[in-house]
T-cell receptor
Framework: DAKTTQPTSMDCAEGRAANLPCNHS???????VYWYRQIHSQGPQYIIH?????ETNEMASLIITEDRKSSTLILPHATLRDTAVYYC???????WGAGTKLIIKP | DAGVIQSPRHEVTEMGQEVTLRCKPI?????LFWYRQTMMRGLELLIY????????DSGMPEDRFSAKMPNASFSTLKIQPSEPRDSAVYFC????????????????FGPGTRLTVL
């Protein structure tokens, strides 16, 4: 399975767009990239996934580079409730890294 | 659907005692996953089942841990005897299409059981 690199932590002002990067340079051609988040004391929650094309849903947008070696999760208008740990997981969704702790500040 | 249900939500026990954690997956899901989360090691897969059959238990730490799925709506994770290093949050997750490189089904997690072994 592909390995990932994510920043340990990030801050973002409330109401601004939060952009969370993920490097997955060893991803295979047919492996999807999944994003989950884990709010404190809760189970992880699915956000979005993609293969090659950019994706958007009601929670977020996912931008995948053309070479598929990295992706960016975008929360367009961050709120305090978006404070969580965000995980980028390529492949079979069984190996989880440390994720990025995103703190939204008022 | 109520989502994945886990019980108990919190468990405090003494070293050497048997601990049983329970999980009810989402109805219709035929894959069930058990994870353990600690500050030091993050989220680790322990075992997963497909149609009640264990598929991969390579993440189970040692013989003190065992998991069963007697039917499609119930699974248990048992630790006997428990040790302080087993203290963690244990999550159960389920999905319909399982995992794999081309699978697009996502996992649905329960709220977790916080286990403290004194």
């Amino acid at each position: 399975d592909a390995k990932t690199t994510q920043p340990t932590s990030m801050d973002c002002a409330e109401g601004r767009a939060a952009n969370l990067p993920c490097n997955h340079s060893t991803i295979s051609g047919n492996e999807y990239v999944y994003w989950y988040r884990q709010i404190h004391s809760q189970g992880p929650q699915y956000i979005i996934h993609g293969l090659k094309n950019n994706e958007t849903n009601e929670m977020a947008s996912l931008i995948i580079t053309e070479d598929r070696k990295s992706s960016t999760l975008i929360l367009p208008h961050a709120t305090l409730r978006d404070t969580a740990v965000y995980y980028c997981i390529p492949g079979n969704q069984l190996i989880w890294g440390a994720g990025t702790k995103l703190i939204i500040k008022p | 659907d109520a989502g994945v249900i886990q019980s108990p939500r919190h468990e405090v026990t003494e070293m050497g005692q048997e601990v049983t954690l329970r999980c009810k997956p989402i109805s219709g899901h035929d894959y069930l996953f058990w994870y353990r989360q600690t500050m030091m090691r993050g989220l680790e897969l322990l075992i997963y089942f497909n149609n009640n059959v264990p598929i991969d238990d390579s993440g189970m730490p040692e013989d003190r841990f065992s998991a069963k799925m007697p039917n499609a709506s119930f699974s248990t994770l048992k630790i006997q005897p428990s040790e302080p290093r087993d203290s963690a949050v244990y999550f159960c997750a389920s999905n319909f299409l399982g995992i794999g490189r081309e699978s697009t089904d996502t996992q649905y997690f329960g709220p977790g059981t916080r286990l403290t072994v004194l």
